[in-house]
């Protein structure tokens, strides 16, 4: 008979896997579920992305522009212009941006002078032409004139009109008002709602007058149209165009009341 050494002999003995053997230590349930619900979640994603991209497949849109469509708005400027601001839409996909491009008349020719902007209108989206209403939200279209350049600081490096807004500077948005749509001192009206012009944000701490339903007034058809800064968080406005700080400042420095600039507000309308 063969004889075996004890110490030679190992014996391996199976025994079922406890929780403890597992790196699941503490609730089986509670990472299976974890793991689940991180599959689902990734499942769903992906089926989320693959139908935005069929669902906005079809419909119509142009590529984000890096310069404006000048061939469907140049000859609605009038000829003494030499300056536009155009805001205009952009779609890309299921999503809308509002861009700002500057353009300058040179030897006749229109030529985009600062690349695209981003900007916020108003919260509504874009009146169209004759359809603004007062308290609507929405940024009227159409064609309009750059007025004043207004702001906190006592000057700012532009070739436009300027004003300093003081503490008792307000803008009439009171449709039933004598002096609707105008920049009134607060001891210089009866109107019951108006807006003040030296804000306690930076919002207007530099901004410009969009001369929209200026002359002739008309009562209820909106107010207070200004190109000013935008908010830090990037929401929309109750019916201005806005833009970054950064960008206001250059805009202002760029613009020459001499060569008449006007703004074109969607001008797909």
């Not at 030679?8 to 974890?34: G, N, Q």
């Not at 890096?66 to 000859?75: A, V």
Request: with cysteine.
């Amino acid at each position: 008979m063969r004889a075996f050494h004890r110490h030679s002999i190992i014996i391996l003995k199976k025994r079922p896997l406890s929780i403890t053997d597992s790196p699941i230590k503490e609730d089986p349930m509670k990472y299976l579920d974890k793991q689940h619900v991180t599959g689902h979640l990734s499942f769903f994603a992906i089926v989320i992305a693959a139908w935005l991209i069929s669902a906005c497949a079809g419909l119509p849109r142009e590529p984000l522009m890096k310069s404006p469509p000048l061939f469907s708005w140049h000859t609605s400027i009038p000829s003494q212009t030499g300056q536009v601001i155009l805001v205009a839409e952009e779609s890309f996909l299921c999503f809308t941006l509002t861009r700002v491009y500057f353009l300058e008349k040179t030897n006749g020719e229109w030529t985009q002078t600062m690349e695209p902007l981003r900007a916020v209108i108003g919260k509504n989206g874009f009146a169209a032409p004759g359809e603004k209403r007062e308290g609507d939200g929405k940024t009227p279209s159409g064609l309009f004139r750059l007025g004043t350049a207004f702001g906190y600081p006592e000057k700012v490096d532009t070739k436009m009109p300027y004003r300093q807004a003081l503490d008792d500077d307000i803008w009439i948005d009171d449709p039933d008002a004598a002096d609707y749509n105008r920049w009134m001192k607060k001891e210089q009206t009866k109107a019951n709602s108006y807006e003040i012009l030296k804000r306690d944000d930076p919002l207007y701490e530099y901004a410009i007058v969009i001369e929209y339903n200026t002359d002739p007034v008309i009562r209820g058809h909106g107010s207070a149209i200004f190109l000013h800064i935008r908010a830090a968080s990037g929401e929309p406005t109750a019916g201005c165009v806005a833009v970054s700080k950064e960008n206001m400042l250059r805009l202002l420095s760029r613009l020459d009341s001499e060569k008449k600039p006007v703004i074109l507000i969607n001008p797909d309308q």
